[in-house]
Every structure is written in structure tokens, then in C-alpha cells.
């Protein structure tokens, strides 16, 4: 069976993140978020895969190229203009000659795909939706369903008042060729707000697949924080072996006196000097240097990120090559663009996101 993955927004709730590179690049334990997608995939035997891109499509490409190391086939779309969830599947179409996939590319999850293929065969759906439950679906899609499953009525980010399930639209879809017909060519159209809505009023046999598997859609910085955590804390176990330790990169330095309170992952060639303290779930990627008497807790710092002398960092997210300076605090939620400079006695507080490149002069903000 083919999938159609779809990886061309611009994930702008993820800026400054997103500035540079996409959201399916961003790594998630030092690996791009699309590398466990596909993983993902090639588990369940799915290995012929389109990617539909618009945002900054090279350096998915760049990486991927025609998929061999990671153990599928991947073909390329670009869309000029972003053409929406429908949109972007329309223009795959040629690819499509029987039931098949799609998926948003910022779904983490353990769902099982081929019991849900096999669901949406056996009631012969022309389109089988999974939902998941959440605690808050306001944000969301609603699906309501008839006891059998069969959808019944589709609510999009309702009001609390109106909210009568828990059960949203997972961003994972299997489905028939012929409803490609029905979305016109070249237009930015919604497959939840339009495609289904219509094959809904036309009575055609739609489906939902519920499932209590792990699942996260990686939209916000608080999610991608999350996202880290869970798999560091072993809650998806089948999507990634946490070891519950502290698992260190090869050609790693890692003064004798540093504490080192797990679970933390080291990428490889850091340098972590005398004092230093890392409380996980903390994640550092390759060639991070921590400099003597830091503390990082609850952090993910990418490629080449250096912490100054007795910098705190604690619950944020910090891009390639950051420089966090001496004495310097980057609190909660903080995000960090790539190659900003926080120069040294700064105390950024809760949320505050930077741009790539800005550069902070020293001692300049205490809030
Ligand atoms: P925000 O801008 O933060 O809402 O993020 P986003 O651009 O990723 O949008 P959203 O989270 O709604 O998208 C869900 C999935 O669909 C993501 O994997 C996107 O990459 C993808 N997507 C959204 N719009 C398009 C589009 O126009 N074309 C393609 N190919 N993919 C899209």
C-alpha cells in the first residue's frame, strides 16, 4: 500500500523553529521527526511513500534522497503554492490507483495502521478516519459516530459548549482513489473542512478508527517538549527503546565531577565540564559544549549548542549552534532560533521565543 505523507506547512506555531528548516526535519531525540515516521511506516509493511512538500523542500531531499537508508521509496511532489491537505493529495493523484494512505507528517504515534487498513476494508469505507481521545478537543476536529462507527457529523474546534465527544481526528487517513475526484486540481482545498464534509452530505460510507495508542501531533513548542520527554520516559515504548539511563554519544567528554540525573541522551562529540549539572528528560545534540558549574534541565539544545559557565536552562529549546553565555537564564518554554546569542548575565523569561541570529548584549534583560 502507498502513503502519502504530507510535510509542506510552514509550522508557524513553531517559530522561530520552523524559520529555517520544516517541522518534519526538526529532530526529535536527535533524529528528524520524519525519520520515525517513516520507521513507522516500513513497521507496518508500508514502504512506498510520497512526500507532498512546499515549505523549504530541499533539505528533506538533501537527507532522504530516494529513501534507500532509511528502508522505503520515496517519491517527491512540490506544490508552488501550499494546495492544503486536499489540495496536496489531488496532486499526487497519478500515484494513486487503489486504497491508500495519508497522513499528516507531524503525527508521532504507535496507532496500529494495518488493523485500521483492515477495518476500513471489512465495512468497505471509501475513507476510514483514526480519532484518538484528548483531554482538551476544543483545538480540534471533532468526529461524532453512530455505534457501529460510521461517521455521523464532523465538528471543527467547537466551543466547549458544543463539545459532545473527546474523540478528534487523528491526521490519519486510509482511503479510496475515487474520492480524488471530487477535489478539484490546482486549488487550495481542506480535506477536513471540505473533502469529508461533502462524501459526508453524499451519504458515502465513512468510518472512524478509534485508538488509545500513543499519539501527539507535534504542532507547538510545548508539544515538540513533550514529544521528547514521553520517548526519553519510555510512555511509547514501541516507538522508541528508552532505556530509563543516561545513553552517551560516541567521541563524548564528560568530566568525572558533572551529575548526570537520567533519562538523558548525549549526542555524540559534546564536551560537559566540572560541576556541571543535567537533570533529565534532557536531550543534547551532537557537538553540544557545557561549560563548568552550568545546570540544564528539561531541555533539548540541538547541533553545536554552547552553554556558558553557570548558565541555567531549564524546560526550553534552543537551535543549531545557539550560544548561551555565561550566568545567562533561558526559563521555561523559552525557544531559541538558530545561532542566537544570549550574552552572558541575561534571565530570558517563561515563553519568550527569539528569532535566528539576534544577538542579546550582555546583562541586557533581567525580567
Ligand atoms: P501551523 O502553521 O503551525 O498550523 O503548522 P502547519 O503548517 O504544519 O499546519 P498544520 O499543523 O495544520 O498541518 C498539518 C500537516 O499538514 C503538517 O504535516 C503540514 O506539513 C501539512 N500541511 C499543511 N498544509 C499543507 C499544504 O498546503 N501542503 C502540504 N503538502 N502539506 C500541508
Redesign the pocket.
Known sequence: MKAV???????????PL?CNI???MMPVLNKPFLEHLLAYLKRHGVTDII?????LPHHIKDYFGDGAKTGVRLSY?I?E?????A??VK?AERYLDETFLM?????FTDLDITAMINFHRERKAVATIAVTPVDDPTAYGLIETDAGGRITRFLEKPGWEEVTTNRINA?IYVLEPDILARIPPKK?VSIERETFQQLLARGKPMYAYSSTAYWL?M??PEKYLRLNYDLLLGKAPSLFNATGGVQIGGGSQIDPSAKIEAPVLIGEGCVIGRGVKIKGPTVLGPECEIAEGASIEGAVLWNNVRVGKRAILRNCIAADHCQIHEASQVMDNCVLGDKVVVGKNNKLAQGTRIRPNKRIAPGSISS
Open positions: 505523507i504530507l510535510v509542506g506547512g510552514e509550522g508557524t506555531r513553531l517559530r520552523t520544516t517541522k518534519a512526500l507532498a512538500m512546499s515549505y511532489l506544490e503554492e501550499p494546495l492544503g491537505t489540495g496536496a496532486n497522513l499528516n507528517g507531524d503525527i491526521g487550495t501531533d504542532g507547538t
